[in-house]
């Protein structure tokens, strides 16, 4: 049983930073795929970016892409998710979960996530 942990959310003026944290606690967390979502009220949740195992690979969601950086400490059993020069449109709760890297598709559970608020 994997269990993940988001953290780093809150309120942002746009044009700002943020970087959120995701800790996966599982004895086999490191060999995982990871990838971010975001849901904003209304709307179905989203993907955002994912990594590979070994930090090899990275995609982003066309969206982000330039603007969010996705990294992972494999010692700490912890995915990054560093996003810069936040919009408005960028608010929404964001959450991590494992992923099938080619599809994007989320995998098991997912964490309680965590809110971002990006102000005009």
């Known amino acids: 049983q994997v269990q993940l942990v988001e953290s780093g959310g809150g309120l942002m003026q746009a044009g700002g930073s943020l970087r959120l944290s995701c800790t996966v606690i599982?004895?086999?967390?490191?060999?995982?795929?990871m990838g971010w979502f975001r849901q904003a009220p209304g709307k179905e949740r989203e993907f955002v970016a994912g990594?590979?195992?070994?930090?090899?690979?990275?995609s982003y969601a066309d969206s982000v892409n330039g603007r969010f950086t996705i990294s992972r400490d494999i010692a700490k059993n912890t995915v990054y998710l560093q996003m810069n020069s936040l919009k408005p449109d960028d608010t929404g709760a964001y959450y991590c979960?494992?992923?099938?890297?080619?599809?994007?598709?989320?995998?098991?559970?997912w964490g309680q996530g965590t809110q971002v608020t990006v102000s005009s």
């Open positions: 990594i590979n195992y070994n930090s090899k690979m990275t």
């Open positions: 979960s494992r992923i099938n890297y080619d599809s994007r598709a989320p995998i098991g559970s």
């Open positions: 599982g004895r086999t967390g490191s060999i995982y795929t």
